[in-house]
């Protein structure tokens, strides 16, 4: 099971950063994942004053839901 995170900074200010985290998943897959985050990414882009620098799916131990 994966969880999706991304890493989203303040245009023009790349230290001030937020992190995302997804409460659909966890997701079977990594590629589920990496779509979910990839899906993340756009929306921060559009809602925010946030540019998506990173992502990552954290892997879970069994019996975690986040």
């Known amino acids: ?14 230290n001030d950063c937020v992190e995302f985290h997804d409460y659909r998943g ?3 897959t990594k590629a589920q994942c990496k779509s ?23 892997t879970l131990k069994e019996g975690m839901l986040t």
């Not at 099971?1 to 790349?14: D, E």
């Open 1 to 14: 099971m994966f969880k999706a995170i991304v890493i989203a900074c303040v245009i023009g200010a790349p």
């Open 26 to 28: 966890p997701w079977e």
């Open 36 to 58: 979910r985050a990839l899906e993340i990414s756009r929306d921060v882009a559009k809602i925010a004053n946030l540019i998506p620098t990173k992502w990552r799916c954290k």
